[in-house]
């Protein structure tokens, strides 16, 4: 484990700011995606949102994957986009189902585990003519990027040669713990506002679904509205199994992957556990900086700049390929 420098800007040595300012402020309005959209095998779809250098394919292609209710306009999404694109390498995000600002089709959605759509998008990106793939994933994507590394990384349709994940809760049961904490209120009750509304949605898509609406809109926390929406329409039964079959801590032992970890120490949204120790596994570092929030990492202002974990990464990539 490594806790390489980070030295945040003033402000952002509180770890709230350092969460919420680059969330809200850090928007690239001149950054431009060209969206792509594909089917998925039970007839639903997806859209990703590329950022090329050319028509003609870079032999390494970054697949980034946002976090619980982002997106390609999430800041740290195009903030990674940008920096890739700046060492050569073309980019392009995978928005989960009912994150592009279309609803999807099917009563599923999207969560921590469902590595299937992940798999969907790397067989088109390998279609465009890439030669390999680099995986970077941010929250609940950086546990889903590790989670394909460990399960189907030696399998992947187009050769993986690195997954970078940030600010990830591999351990989901002690990522949601923490969430409910009375000083996580604010983060807690903007993402149950959000899901609440998709899940509205869904009640209009499919009224007869057997779900329990009631209890799904008078959710108090994450671990409640997981138990009685995301479990139920996931097959799994009931937020405790979803969380244990979907936290890529069971599977870090078996990347065989040159594969990071970037969480820091003070990120309000992970438990201790989130951050492995001791792994034992050769293809895998852990880099624990004690600041940087949750996807926040500034260091410079003003905050269209490249920041400390997307230099670090591009360092990681270009040191390594």
């Not at 994933?137 to 989670?147: A, E, K, R």
């Not at 899940?199 to 898509?205: E, G, I, Y």
């Not at 969380?243 to 078996?254: A, E, G, H, P």
């Not at 490249?306 to 990464?313: D, I, K, S």
């Amino acid at each position: 484990m490594s806790d390489i420098d980070y030295k945040p800007v003033w402000w952002a040595k509180n770890k709230h700011l350092n969460t919420i300012l680059p969330n809200k402020i850090r928007l690239f309005e001149d950054f431009q995606w060209v969206r792509e959209k594909i089917e998925t095998p039970d007839n639903d779809f997806l859209h990703l949102d590329w950022s090329a250098l050319t028509q003609i394919p870079t032999d390494t292609v970054v697949v980034l994957v946002h976090g619980l209710e982002g997106s390609s306009k999430s800041g740290y999404i195009k903030g990674m986009a940008k920096q890739m694109n700046s060492i050569g390498l073309d980019a392009v995000a995978l928005n989960l189902r009912s994150c592009s600002g279309e609803m999807n089709h099917q009563l599923n959605m999207y969560h921590s585990g469902k590595i299937d759509d992940l798999e969907t998008a790397l067989k088109h990106v390998n279609s465009k003519g890439y030669k390999q793939v680099i995986l970077i994933g941010f929250s609940l994507g950086g546990n889903l990027v590790l989670l394909y590394t460990g399960k189907k990384g030696a399998t992947s349709p187009i050769p993986l040669i690195k997954t970078i994940a940030i600010s990830t809760p591999c351990d989901l049961n002690g990522s949601t713990t923490m969430l409910e904490k009375k000083s996580n209120t604010v983060y807690r009750l903007n993402f149950l506002m959000r899901l609440k509304n998709k899940a509205k949605k869904k009640q209009v898509q499919f009224p007869d679904a057997e779900l329990n609406w009631e209890a799904i809109f008078n959710a108090k926390t994450i671990s409640e509205f997981d138990d009685h929406f995301t479990a139920k329409i996931h097959g799994f039964e009931d937020s405790k199994d979803y969380y244990t079959q979907c936290s890529s801590l069971n599977v870090l032992d078996k990347i065989a992957t040159p594969t990071w970890i970037i969480n820091a120490q003070d990120d309000s949204f992970l438990s201790e556990s989130c951050t492995p120790k001791n792994v034992g596994n050769k293809h895998l570092q852990i880099i624990h900086p004690k600041k940087g929030g949750h996807v926040g990492f500034i260091d410079q202002l003003p905050l269209h700049k490249t920041q400390w974990h997307e230099r670090l990464v591009a360092q990681i990539i270009e040191n390594e390929t």
